[in-house]
């Protein structure tokens, strides 16, 4: 009994892997125009019309695409994936996502001591990190 359900075992994990493969493949290798049309709509979202995009560069990977679009004369990424990694619908949106802009740098003392911080030597070791060297010119006589 034990023997087969050994055998039984190493088949579902044999069909697992081949069914994997095959799935990985075709994300990779499969044509599909409505993925670029999408891309191209998501490119122009926002944009004057008519919106005159231009293809510049296309990358392809198992995990999903990439686009990048001249939209009057803006550098536009894309990224397309799909739903569940391998499995469902391709959801294409802007790369890198709009962001909120960085904080404005402050000029107070706890601003101007946090760029010289280091962290503590690890595994207790009695050596000393040597200090880094100044930025500031040696000033001339």
Known sequence: MARVLEQLFSLLLWTASVGLSVALIRNFMADEPEVDATAR??????????????LTLFERSVLGRSFRFLVQGEDVSIRCRREHILL???RCTRWPPAAAPPPAASSGPAA??????????RGGSAKRA???PSTTKPQSP
């Open 41 to 54: 709509a998501q490119a122009c979202e926002g944009m004057k019309t008519p919106c005159d995009e231009h």
């Open 88 to 90: 469902g619908d391709y």
């Open 112 to 121: 101007a001591s946090a760029g010289s911080a280091r962290p503590a030597p």
């Open 130 to 132: 040597a200090q880094p």
